[in-house]
């Protein structure tokens, strides 16, 4: 491991990372966020440790055994039940494994039955999601639910919390550095789940490349309504804060007004949200009122920007570096980022080198590297690379190739070697920071009795940075409204999913092998 001169230099694994700041700097605000039993709480790093040592235990004694699969379906309402199931999961040599708080029960069961978990923690607003995967999986997982109501069949979370007397970590199960330790879902374009495996190794090199892009401190106090259950939020934020023994907030705002208090009441010193975050806020007449000046680093990344919303940006945060970062699941999250100073002059770039510890390449469609200006598509290559799609060899060899992690992202590079996002390989709409697989929302369209064939594209919104229009061709006469298609789809997909905009046409445009050509659309927009 390099040496970075700070207490976390020799994790081996993630847990390595709490304890060493609860050793270190025990009585150090770690995570401030809501409790699903009400109210926020703050826990230390001694806290940290203390309670993800004992969920580790518990979850052993219920009959977790190295490598299972822990699921957990809560939001930043229930940050604190969150935080300690991720962390506590790892020590336990289990592997954790977020879920989209927006999906539905219907989504939820297959991403289940696909990771083959052994539990699930749910919050209360996810019972419905809890009870559809133990009436529809034969061999139903352990559920646990942090609510004060707990229904028949699961168990309450507080028994993860119950102390026991003389536990220590070397109680725990010995965890190693190529265990596997987060499974994450991502979209795709294929309408199967893909799950990205990370180990504590892959995970350990993220964290240290994470909290090195910002130079977080000690003393930082990093602030982001960023769903804790996606990458951002137990990477890019946890990851970021815990390697440097810095605080992290995790919101429940993501109203302007509400956001900008907080920032100011907390005095937040790093702030991450998606572009149209950023932009609410830049446009929220609260923002003469409130002073954010405390932001030394404000930054963004999951959408494109123009120079005109950076200038809003600089605006809003008056004293901090605007960064816009980009990377994936796959990565670990670790990618590129385009430093402030170029934040005007190359607005909407990714920047031109990977974070430290990411090496990158832009090849043409035979591997090759790209002559500079031009499009290509983009590598990353760096010790937090997943290693795998789980039960998917196949999209793993066509992601992974000699080490190089293949985006599925076409970039355009200028002649000074400054990328930005041109085009999607993998057909992915990035709506408002959430990653949608057009095929999934065209599958759940055409599924309906009326509709032969759908299909999806994005287009630019100046607050999301994308939306999605739907181009629908009628099996008959009979032609649905836009209100009635989106509430035959509510229960099939999450609603961020669901395309506002619906349009009939005659027949999609195809190439001569048949395959829809998806940028005619695009241009009807």
């Known amino acids: 491991m390099a040496d970075h001169g700070i ?9 390595d990372i709490y304890a060493a700041w609860a050793a270190w700097t025990p009585h150090a605000s770690a995570v401030t966020s809501a409790s699903a039993y009400g109210g926020t709480k703050t826990l230390t790093y001694a806290d940290l440790d ?21 699921a957990f379906l809560t939001s930043n309402n229930a940050g604190i039940e969150g935080v300690l199931t991720y962390a506590g999961t790892h020590k336990a040599a289990a592997v954790a494994l977020p879920i989209n708080g927006r999906l539905t029960p219907a989504e939820v069961v297959p991403l289940a039955v696909h990771a083959e978990i052994s539990a699930l923690v749910v919050e209360g607003a996810y019972i419905e999601h809890a009870l559809a995967v133990l009436d529809q999986l034969d061999d139903p997982p352990l559920i646990f639910v942090a609510a004060n109501e707990i229904p028949e069949g699961t168990l309450d979370f507080r028994v993860l919390l119950e102390p026991i007397e003389g536990l220590t970590a070397a109680d725990l199960p010995k965890v190693e550095p190529s265990d596997m330790a987060d499974w994450l879902f991502t979209s795709g374009t294929t309408a199967a789940p893909k799950c990205v495996m990370l180990t504590h190794d892959n995970c350990v090199a993220a964290a240290h490349i994470l909290s090195r892009f910002p130079g977080t401190r000690h003393e930082d106090i990093l602030l982001s309504p960023f769903p804790f259950f996606t990458s951002s939020g137990v990477h890019t934020c946890l990851f970021t804060t815990a390697v440097a023994g810095a605080h992290y907030v995790i919101s429940v705002n993501v109203e302007a007004e509400a956001l900008m208090r907080e920032i100011e009441e907390v005095g937040a010193t790093i702030v991450g949200a998606v572009p149209s975050i950023f932009g609410f806020m830049a446009k929220s007449p609260v923002a003469d009122e409130v002073d954010l000046s405390c932001v030394r680093l404000a930054f963004h990344g999951g959408a494109p920007v123009s120079p005109h919303q950076v200038a809003q940006y600089q605006k809003l945060f008056p004293r901090a570096e605007i960064m816009n970062v980009f990377g994936q699941t796959e990565s670990g999250n670790p990618g590129t980022t385009l430093p402030g100073k170029y934040a005007l002059s190359k607005a909407g770039s990714i920047g031109r080198t990977g974070k430290p510890g990411v090496r990158i390449r832009v090849v043409d469609d035979e591997s090759r590297d790209i002559i500079f200006p031009g499009v290509g598509e983009l590598l990353l290559k760096s010790k937090a690379v997943m290693v795998g799609y789980y039960r998917n060899d196949e999209e793993t060899a066509r992601t992974i190739r000699d080490g190089w992690l293949y985006t599925g992202d076409l970039v355009r590079v200028d002649e000074e070697g400054f990328m930005w996002v041109h085009d999607r390989k993998k057909d992915i709409i990035i709506r ?11 599958n759940a369209l055409s599924s309906h009795p009326a509709i032969h064939e759908a299909a999806v594209v994005s287009k630019p919104h100046p607050d999301l940075g994308e939306d999605l229009i739907a181009f629908l061709v009628a099996d008959g006469d009979e032609r649905p409204t836009i209100d009635e298609l989106r509430a035959y789809c509510a229960p099939l997909i999450a609603d961020y999913k669901i395309p506002r905009d619906m349009r009939y046409i005659d027949a999609l445009p195809r190439n001569p092998t048949g395959k829809i050509l998806k940028r005619e659309l695009r241009e009807h927009n």
Do not use: F, H, K
């Open 50 to 70: 203390t309670l993800t040592t004992t969920v580790a235990a518990n979850l052993v004694r219920r009959g977790i055994e190295r490598g299972q699969r822990v």
């Open 7 to 15: 207490p976390t230099d020799n994790a081996q694994v993630v847990g």
């Open 432 to 442: 408002g920071g959430n990653n949608i697989a057009s095929i999934e929302v065209e």
